[in-house]
């Protein structure tokens, strides 16, 4: 169902009464989306985008140097790159070049967008819900010539400050019973990344379940704490990982190693000039080492999961296609299975 609500109260009114708080939690605090909240400053702040998502990506290389975001409810990716050349599969975007790839899912994309508030521009977008799925930030090398290209080519002549976004259904999980001699089968004869992330939704979707149900020889569980060891290995060794994050709509990864960590209360951070992450190690539930079949043995994937059982971030060997994994990154993973 879709419905129009007036937000009670404009994003510049309750940011001025809590300054300190994000747009993401001011929404969640009222019962509104983010979207819903957004829009009230649209004509001040804000201009509404048409939702041509296929265009405005094809222009995101022009921009050049940008902040691109990605976060689930428990961590926030943010990479530093220029985007390179577009691939398009039906309605997914991939960007993929040295440093970075990001997959974008537009199926599940409904809104975008314009943004100017506290001298920084961006381009956001929104799935049917009103929940950010992600987010393009100038930086001081962006071009600002081309944003205001993108953002004039592609304004909406809707400039209303009231958004009608759909109401999440709650739906109870369905029980799958799962038979563990065919997912190991299946399993046993995968061949790449894709292929495991479509058996995960043939069994039901549910990783926490799935990897019980692999057993030792495809699937450890670790301990919770191990993502902020796995992460403080990573800086004392310099090595080169693949640390993804996703949502329903987009997969973003940075490829390259970490060097700056910093805890903040509950939040884990990597603070690099070129890749930020912030992991919420209180959402974290489960921790696992997953091991996929391949051509070139078996591949070694840390899964940080949630209470749900779903991926909040998942960091691989940073290795060449058709290549093995380094000794180093097996060395490290296990450190942690020891």
């Given at each position: 169902m879709t419905t129009t609500q007036s937000a009670p109260v404009t994003w510049s009114a309750y940011k001025a009464a809590?300054?300190?708080?994000r747009i993401r939690n001011a929404a969640e605090e009222l019962g509104i989306s983010e979207l819903e909240l957004l829009s009230t400053e649209i004509g001040h702040t804000c201009i509404r985008l048409s939702?041509?998502?296929?265009?405005?990506?094809?222009?995101l290389p022009s921009l050049g140097p940008v902040m691109a975001l990605t976060r689930n409810d428990a961590v926030v990716h943010e990479t530093t790159f220029p985007f390179g050349e577009i691939h398009w599969q039906e309605r997914t975007a991939l960007y993929l070049q040295p440093g970075q790839c990001t997959r974008y899912f537009t199926t599940h994309w409904a809104?975008?967008?314009?943004?100017?508030?506290d001298d920084r521009k961006s381009l956001?977008?929104?799935?049917?819900?009103?929940?950010?799925?992600?987010?393009?930030?100038?930086?001081?090398?962006s071009k600002l010539d081309a944003y205001q290209r993108i953002v004039e080519a592609f304004r909406s002549d809707d400039q209303t400050n009231r958004t009608a976004v759909e109401q999440v259904a709650q739906e109870v999980p369905a029980t799958i019973q799962i038979d563990k001699g065919e997912l190991r089968g299946r399993w046993s004869t995968i061949e790449n990344a894709h292929q495991s992330d479509d058996l995960i939704e043939d069994f039901g979707g549910n990783r926490s379940t799935i990897y019980a149900a692999l057993g030792e020889e495809y699937a450890t569980r670790l301990d919770c704490g191990d993502a902020e060891v796995l992460l403080t290995l990573l800086s004392e060794h310099a090595l080169s990982t693949n640390i993804s994050v996703q949502n329903h709509a987009a997969v973003q990864s940075?490829?390259?190693?970490?060097?700056?960590?910093?805890?903040?209360?509950?939040?884990?951070?990597?603070?690099?000039?070129?890749?930020?992450?912030?992991?919420?190690?209180?959402?974290?539930?489960?921790?696992?080492?997953?091991?996929?079949p391949s051509?070139?043995?078996?591949?070694?994937s840390i899964d940080v999961l949630d209470n749900a059982g779903q991926s909040i971030v998942t960091i691989a060997d940073d290795r060449l296609r058709n290549q093995p994994e380094s000794a180093e990154w097996q060395e490290i993973v296990s450190k942690l299975r020891s």
């Amino acid at each position: 169902m879709t419905t129009t609500q007036s937000a009670p109260v404009t994003w510049s009114a309750y940011k001025a009464a809590h300054p300190k708080t994000r747009i993401r939690n001011a929404a969640e605090e009222l019962g509104i989306s983010e979207l819903e909240l957004l829009s009230t400053e649209i004509g001040h702040t804000c201009i509404r985008l048409s939702p041509n998502f296929a265009g405005i990506l094809d222009e995101l290389p022009s921009l050049g140097p940008v902040m691109a975001l990605t976060r689930n409810d428990a961590v926030v990716h943010e990479t530093t790159f220029p985007f390179g050349e577009i691939h398009w599969q039906e309605r997914t975007a991939l960007y993929l070049q040295p440093g970075q790839c990001t997959r974008y899912f537009t199926t599940h994309w409904a809104h975008a967008i314009a943004v100017e508030e506290d001298d920084r521009k961006s381009l956001q977008f929104f799935d049917h819900y009103g929940e950010a799925v992600h987010k393009i930030y100038l930086t001081q090398n962006s071009k600002l010539d081309a944003y205001q290209r993108i953002v004039e080519a592609f304004r909406s002549d809707d400039q209303t400050n009231r958004t009608a976004v759909e109401q999440v259904a709650q739906e109870v999980p369905a029980t799958i019973q799962i038979d563990k001699g065919e997912l190991r089968g299946r399993w046993s004869t995968i061949e790449n990344a894709h292929q495991s992330d479509d058996l995960i939704e043939d069994f039901g979707g549910n990783r926490s379940t799935i990897y019980a149900a692999l057993g030792e020889e495809y699937a450890t569980r670790l301990d919770c704490g191990d993502a902020e060891v796995l992460l403080t290995l990573l800086s004392e060794h310099a090595l080169s990982t693949n640390i993804s994050v996703q949502n329903h709509a987009a997969v973003q990864s940075y490829c390259g190693s970490v060097k700056r960590l910093l805890r903040t209360g509950p939040w884990f951070n990597v603070l690099d000039p070129t890749f930020n992450l912030h992991l919420n190690t209180e959402q974290i539930a489960q921790v696992w080492v997953i091991k996929k079949p391949s051509d070139n043995g078996l591949l070694h994937s840390i899964d940080v999961l949630d209470n749900a059982g779903q991926s909040i971030v998942t960091i691989a060997d940073d290795r060449l296609r058709n290549q093995p994994e380094s000794a180093e990154w097996q060395e490290i993973v296990s450190k942690l299975r020891s």
